[in-house]
């Protein structure tokens, strides 16, 4: 795996926060990827440690420990949050532009999805940029196995009830 899907620790900030509009536990994530991912920054960024929530009801994407950080939330990033959209086009890899959709219309098609695997080479390869692309700053192969293997059940219940 390449550099970029690797955690990191930092500072001597906790792991996990509480976001303070829904109180979901999230997971610390790098500045960098606050940077790279918000719309407009504020003048005067403080250098804090901020937080991804990634709840599906919650419309903040990143806040900090230090109440007088900015929030910043689902309008201000340059891309759609996959974990917080209800409706296509679902973002599932932010580094190779792969949604939701795709690896169902891949699924529907062929019966299985080839995707993470392309995936997996590209990462081998050194071509993935998850800590500026991806809003968790990590890489997106888990995202898109839980998504291929959600869609691959979701066949069989109706390909089952097909045969009934
Ligand atoms: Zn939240």
Request: hydrophobic fraction near 35%.
């Amino acid at each position: 795996m390449s550099d970029c899907c690797s955690l990191k620790g930092s500072s001597g900030a906790p792991g996990v926060a509480m976001c303070p509009v829904n109180g979901a536990r999230s997971k610390q994530v790098d500045m960098l990827t606050v940077k790279s991912l918000v719309r407009q920054l504020p003048l005067g960024m403080p250098h804090t440690q901020y937080y991804f929530c990634e709840a599906q009801d919650c419309d903040v994407v990143y806040f900090a420990l230090d109440p007088q950080a900015p929030v910043f939330r689902r309008a201000d990033l340059l891309v759609r949050v996959g974990v917080k959209e209800t409706a296509d086009p679902i973002p599932v890899c932010y580094c190779f532009g792969f949604t939701r959709g795709d690896i169902h219309d891949e699924i529907a098609e062929t019966g299985r999805s080839m995707i993470a695997e392309r995936i997996t080479a590209e990462v081998k390869a050194g071509n993935c940029a998850c800590e500026v692309k991806n809003p968790s700053g990590k890489c997106c192969l888990g995202s898109v196995t839980r998504e291929t293997q959600a869609c691959l059940r979701h066949l069989q219940i109706a390909e089952a009830k097909v045969a009934e």
